[in-house]
């Protein structure tokens, strides 16, 4: 079955980085598109960044310009580099894959999802 494993969170200070990566396992990976989304308390699950099986990419507005998301397909891995981190990043991380998803920001089209991880910016 589809697994996904999220890994690289922790806190950083503001104008910090951090670079989240995603193990995908139980698909063909190059075929799906893959997606971040974040999670802040109290708030609803929002999409940052999308890539699909073409290496088209999506970005929300609060992130353009400072995350960057990538895969390499032969160690089924996706990636989210996140530079000039604000403390209004704050939330649980979670990688994301569906096949055709027709909004790649909207947390309702994707059907797999990893467990997430916490990334935390002080200011």
């Known amino acids: 079955q589809v697994q996904l494993v999220e890994s690289g969170g922790g806190s950083v200070q503001s104008g910090g980085s951090l670079r989240l990566s995603c193990a995908a396992s139980?698909?063909?990976?190059?075929?799906?598109?893959m997606g971040w989304f974040r999670q802040a308390p109290g708030k609803e699950r929002e999409g940052v960044a999308a890539?699909?099986?073409?290496?088209?990419?999506t970005y929300s507005d609060s992130v353009k310009g400072r995350f960057t998301i990538s895969q390499d397909d032969a160690k089924n891995t996706l990636y989210l580099q996140m530079n000039s981190l604000k403390p209004e990043d704050t939330a649980m991380y979670y990688c994301?894959?569906?096949?055709?998803?027709?909004?790649?920001?909207?947390?309702?089209?994707?059907?797999?999802w990893g467990q997430g991880t916490q990334v935390t910016v002080s200011s």
């Open positions: 994301a894959a569906d096949l055709n998803p027709v909004f790649p920001l909207a947390a309702g089209e994707y059907n797999y």
């Open positions: 139980g698909y063909t990976y190059s075929t799906y598109c």
């Open positions: 890539i699909d099986s073409v290496g088209t990419t």
